[in-house]
DNA sequence: GAAAAACCATTACAAATGTCACCGTCTGTA
DNA sequence: TACAGACGGTGACATTTGTAATGGTTTTTC
């Protein structure tokens, strides 16, 4: 029954059916397939991890809806996505887990083109989608900046990058460079103009929102240094999108290194067809309010405690 | 935040939410939520049982899906979906499983009507069935006896005709009346002649396959007295769908009761866009051959076990 | 072909989950 | 007012799940 090569996800799928479907115990599991059982817990533990099994939250009449609409009214969004708070450390990984379940159910049934921007919170959207092995699914990148979207893998052959049958079109080049010139000449190189062209066909695209301070994932990463990060403050800007800044109405800072930024215009992004933006925490809010008014984004998940920041300020 | 009418659901999404999620202990989620960790486990409980949560097995690259090549060959099927075996008691729960996954994974976005047949297995899916709270979909029966819908439901608001936001049409009769000539009066009655006709529109169509045997649900259920199995028996009958007989060959019994049947019947049947038979069991493998040389179905769930044996056959 | 690494069974233990019996509170009813 | 019944908290206990240490076996690597 079980076969050569296969054996590996055979195995998963399989001790994955038994608990989560037929809600046998792990010691029966065991039994019954003759492992031990730290073996069950081990799979069942890949299972999870790697998306052969995911959990998926209905809400059947109303949960946070009532929320939803106040965001969706206030900021005249297409749509939201608002799931219960959690705290600090753990937001963006429930984020992430909101930004695939969100996709996931978005999905239709015909061939989809997804994209996404570059960031924290997008990367664990991406390690919380599950593969889907019925779906026609192609991803591409909307910057360059590859490592930032593996960055929260453990192992190569859970990456992301692996888990969709099709196609996965990532910019090769760094997120930032250092001179304008080099940056334009990647922009014209063939293989990179021909994704970000492909980048604007897509239907659903996911974007983080960058906060205005030292311990964004953006600073972090060593792409801005506090000085430019000073003056980027004194220039009005609350929060970057694909790494281009913004100022509080959400007009785009006319700074030197968007000249040297391999990504995707904010102009561009606009005619997108459907731009949904990850992001919460507090000090996310202004960033957030600044990209609602910029009309960046048109759909937002985000948690409840951000939320009602949003519809109450 | 908490709201008032709402408050029922409004609590277990988040309590849901938390634990999938969020991953978050239940003692955790107790405290948060100033519950007692009983509580939290009671409302995790029903979760799972009322769909608010719905687990989701998803294969990348081979799990049965051998087999699931064979049978699809072999029977000459549209599709097929094989799921790990378990022991008998449990067959029809992980059949309903398998069934609920199979639909909800090939919903489309647009509106779908959902047509459903007769018996235990049937039931069992759409007990298993989640609250599709952003899909539309209706459903509709395809037989009278609507009670055998009911029994594996608990409670009155768990019952899966409220978990459709959309329509239920049921055909508002029995399933089996006493004489031919009431049947024939049932049939032209404008209410369940409408119904039958809105059942022919059905995307996708689930039946179960009953065996040929005295613990058939059909025959428990008083249909069928045993004599009456016995002469059916006689006549080559191996099997059931929507409570009309057929022989090894699939050929429609020639018998009595037929005609006091409120069903649609299985020349009808063969119309219809998509038929997915659901069913599995020593039991019913003659049962299944049956319905699959009678053409009456176009794809199959079954379990493993049940798929060998109608390959090896 | 030997050392290193990966894999897995086993065991014992710790933590989380599930069950139960008991109790108080609140609500509707006679 | 009294009483039944639903609901939910509490704490003890049983079961299940998770973790870590150990040791044997297989695979990889040089």
Redesign the pocket.
């Known amino acids: 029954m079980a076969q050569s090569n296969s054996d590996y996800s055979e195995l998963h799928v399989r001790v994955a059916w038994y ?1 989560y479907k037929a809600e046998m ?3 029966e599991i065991a039994t019954r397939l ?6 069950v ?2 799979v ?2 890949q299972c999870r991890q790697e998306g052969v099994v995911s959990f998926h939250i209905n809400s059947p009449f109303t949960n946070c809806l009532q929320l939803e609409k106040q965001v969706i009214d206030r900021w005249k969004l297409r749509d939201a996505f608002i799931v219960p708070a959690v705290d600090p450390p753990m937001i963006n990984r429930n984020l992430g887990a909101a930004g695939a379940q969100y996709i996931e159910r978005n999905l239709s049934k015909e061939e989809t083109l997804l994209g996404f921007g570059w960031g924290n919170t997008v990367s664990l959207t991406l390690k919380h989608l599950s593969l889907m092995d019925h779906q026609k699914v192609s991803m591409v990148t909307l910057s360059g900046g590859i490592t930032a979207y593996l960055q929260n893998t453990y192992r190569e052959e859970n990456n992301p990058l692996f888990k969709f049958n099709s196609r996965f079109h990532i910019i090769p080049s760094p997120l930032l460079v250092s001179f304008p010139n080099t940056c334009r000449l990647i922009l014209e190189e063939p293989e990179v103009a021909r994704i970000m062209q492909l980048a604007q066909l897509a239907n659903i695209v996911v974007v983080g929102i960058g906060p205005m301070s030292a311990n964004a994932t953006f600073t972090q990463f060593g792409y801005i240094t506090s000085q430019e990060l000073e003056i980027l403050q004194k220039q009005g800007g609350v929060g970057d999108i694909l790494g281009q800044f913004y100022d509080k109405d959400g007009n785009r800072l006319d700074v030197d290194f968007h000249n040297r930024l391999v990504a995707v215009s904010l102009e561009k992004l606009k005619t997108m067809q459907h731009v949904i933006g990850v992001a919460g925490g507090a000090h996310k809010v202004e960033a957030i309010k600044g990209a609602l008014r910029g009309g960046y984004i048109h759909s937002l998940i985000t948690d409840e405690k951000t939320a009602l920041e949003l519809v109450q300020g």
């Open positions: 608990y115990t792990q010691e003759g492992l031990s059982r730290a073996r817990i081990k069942l533990d």
